[in-house]
């Protein structure tokens, strides 16, 4: 093992080794900031498809998780079981993504501004979901997905770390075997290389839009969670999400690496988890919390020129070691 390769696994048992030190000294803010952590993963795992397989900036999903959260808030205090209401929450992302991949594909509409006009259409449409701008789930004491497993007098936030595990591993099997699969590995060449594949006979407007369909799939399904998690959904709780997402993926893919599609998938779990604890530290060191956004911006600021410097740094670095030429 050369020394470039040992490097990696050198920062990601430093990094190990801190989260498992601050877990020590406060176990519930770091309990709280994993499980947070694990189910916006399933988040970023959405944000990964658009931004690295399809290569599409969709900001729909600033929506779509606001719809996730919407529908199974609605549903659970009509009195719906948490599960159906889960579910719905991912069919109804499923719609999203369709109507912004329709609005790119069949309109000829660009990637980014479908993804505003399908934003912008979202906030009125969960606002009558809804039927008001925050539905609180904790007074009316309804059920949740967690419910189960508060039975057994767990430890706050376990239930929420149990689920989000089990949830993450399922997902990430399924998107690992999908996009092994003949439709899967159609979609990912669409996004690398579209005139290829169409030249392969491959409709890549229908590879988009499905595309586009799963990934704001799996935000909404992040978004029901979430709001049941915090016990309210809000229609606010999506602003600056895919910032979020972007953050996740950014410090995933420079911390943990991404050597094949399957580390990958891990890298960006592990990212949204690193993440949450950051902002768990930063607001327990007293950060205000009208600064938090700021903070946001520039932690995906340093996340997107992490290569850029590394490669500076590798030149620099090269060219003090080249020996000097000799003199006459």
Known sequence: MNKKSVIPWIVRAAALAAMLYLWTIMPTIMS???????????????????YRVLD????????????????????????????????????????AGLLTGVLHTKLRIPALLSGILTLTALYSINLRVMGRPNTPLLPFKVPSVFTPFERFNLPLNIPALIVGVACLVV???????FFGTELGSAIRATGNNPNMVRA??????????????LSNG????????????????????GIGSIVIGLASLI??????????????????????VVYRVIIALVIKMGLAAN???????ATVTVALTLPIMQSYARTIIKSLRRPEKGGE
Do not use: C
């Not at 029901?224 to 915090?230: E, S, T």
């Not at 995933?252 to 592990?270: A, R």
């Not at 600064?291 to 911006?297: G, S, T």
């Open 171 to 177: 997902i990430v099997a399924l998107l690992y075997w």
């Open 56 to 95: 599409i900036a969709d900001l729909t999903v600033e929506g779509t998780i606001v719809l996730g959260a919407s529908v199974a808030a609605r549903m659970i205090t009509a009195g719906y079981s948490p599960f159906l209401a889960t579910f719905a929450a991912f069919f109804a992302g499923l719609l």
């Open 200 to 213: 392969q006979g491959i409709n890549t407007t229908s590879m988009i839009i499905l595309g586009l369909m």
């Open 291 to 297: 600064d938090l956004k700021l903070f946001v911006a």
């Open 251 to 272: 410090i995933g893919e420079v911390l943990f690496g991404t050597k094949s599609f399957k580390n990958t998938l891990v890298s960006v779990i592990l990212g949204a």
């Open 32 to 50: 709280g900031a994993v499980s947070l952590g694990l189910l916006w993963g399933i988040m970023v795992l959405g944000v990964f498809i658009t």
């Open 218 to 237: 799996l935000v909404g399904f992040a978004g029901a969670l979430i709001a049941q998690h915090q016990t309210f959904a809000d229609i606010t709780m």
